[in-house]
């Protein structure tokens, strides 16, 4: 059975930083592009980072350039994202996902495997 899961949430003041982990079981993701999307209470599901099989290549959305860093291991089948100057608005659940293909993509339906989320929330 396929599983991802999300590690590394939590409560933080403003400025502060986490590290999120995604572990993956089930099957190899190293073939497979990968992606880090969150969701905020009464919002759509929003594409936060995504990276490709290798590491090569990686994008985000605007509002977390510079801020954030998505990243992955593949022997340890493990993705991770970095936020740093976490900001009010960063916070929501985070969710993990993967995708059948190596090409990187922004937007969820293009993920055929998600984790059950981890929350982050930023204080003030």
């Known amino acids: 059975q396929v599983q991802l899961l999300e590690s590394g949430g939590g409560l933080v003041q403003a400025g502060g930083s986490l590290r999120l982990s995604c572990a993956a079981s089930?099957?190899?993701?190293?073939?497979?592009?990968m992606g880090w999307f969150r969701q905020a209470p009464g919002t759509e599901r929003e594409f936060v980072a995504a990276i490709s099989w290798s590491g090569g290549s990686t994008d985000y959305q605007d509002s977390v350039k510079g801020r954030f860093t998505i990243s992955r291991d593949n022997a340890k089948n493990t993705m991770y994202l970095q936020m740093n100057s976490l900001k009010p608005e960063d916070t929501a659940v985070y969710y993990c996902?993967?995708?059948?293909?190596?090409?990187?993509?922004?937007?969820?339906?293009?993920?055929?495997?998600w984790g059950q989320g981890t929350q982050v929330t930023v204080s003030s």
């Open positions: 996902a993967a995708r059948y293909v190596s090409g990187i993509y922004n937007r969820p339906g293009g993920y055929h495997y």
């Open positions: 089930g099957r190899t993701f190293s073939d497979s592009a």
